[in-house]
């Protein structure tokens, strides 16, 4: 069936630092959204990526969307505090509202 | 304009007991969905639903039912809890076919936490 799977499971920073969190999908996508889910929280929708090789930023945030549909990522800058919590990947199932969501990459800070 | 609300925050139940789990939505929506949530497995999806008086199984059915006798509710029941279903329950609703922009994007209640002894 599809998978959704995201790397790394866990990302430790330093704050100011960057990093990359990936995702991967076995089928070949409509769109693929991001949510962020804030430690005690629920997760809420950042971006949806639609279009092959888009790319999308959000202040320090940026989201890209592979040319092949399967694979996308999430880089963000400079680290802050605020981005303490838990990204989710997900992709719909094709002809499919249903959402496949990747495990998380959950990111803590070093201040 | 609350979007998406969810009956209990927090329960405690022994197992062999049954609960109902309420959601509620008031932004119209089609679609609505139940996932639970587990450390390091994501959001798997229990059972959703594409319209009133319709429900579908999703990735983790076992052990739940669930009803959607009006568009703005979706009830989650548990009719003998396990401790095994101990989790975090997320409801979910979307546009779904047919609605504005992004049909798909989900949006999430507060979760409900469930501990069974």
């Known amino acids: 069936g599809q998978q959704v799977m995201q790397i790394p499971q866990y990302q430790h920073v330093q704050e100011g630092e960057d990093f990359t969190t990936y995702c991967n999908s076995s089928?070949?996508?409509?769109?693929i959204q991001w949510y962020k889910q804030r430690p005690g929280g629920h997760p809420v929708f950042l971006i949806q990526l639609v279009k092959s090789g888009e790319v999308k930023k959000q202040k320090r945030l940026t989201f890209q969307f592979g040319e092949a549909k399967k694979n996308s990522s999430l880089h963000i800058t400079a680290t802050q505090t605020t981005d303490v919590g838990t990204y989710f990947c997900?992709?719909?199932?094709?002809?499919?509202?249903?959402?496949?969501f990747g495990a998380g990459t959950t990111v803590t800070v070093r201040a | 304009n609350a979007g998406v609300t969810q009956t209990p925050k927090f329960r405690v139940l022994k197992t062999g007991q049954s609960m109902t789990l309420l959601c509620a939505q008031d932004m119209n929506h089609e679609y609505m969905y139940w996932y639970r949530q587990d450390p390091g497995m994501g959001l798997r999806l229990i059972h959703y639903s594409v319209g009133e008086g319709t429900t579908a199984k999703g990735e983790v059915p076992d052990g739940y039912n669930v009803s959607r006798l009006k568009k703005q509710n979706f009830l989650l029941g548990l009719e003998s809890a396990a401790p095994s279903q101990t989790s975090v329950y997320f409801c979910?609703?979307?546009?779904?076919?047919?609605?504005?922009?992004?049909?798909?994007?989900?949006?999430f209640g507060p979760g409900t936490r469930l501990l069974v002894l």
């Open positions: 979910a609703s979307s546009y779904g076919r047919g609605g504005h922009g992004n049909q798909e994007t989900q949006y």
């Open positions: 089928t070949t996508l409509s769109n």
């Open positions: 997900a992709g719909p199932f094709s002809n499919d509202y249903k959402l496949s």
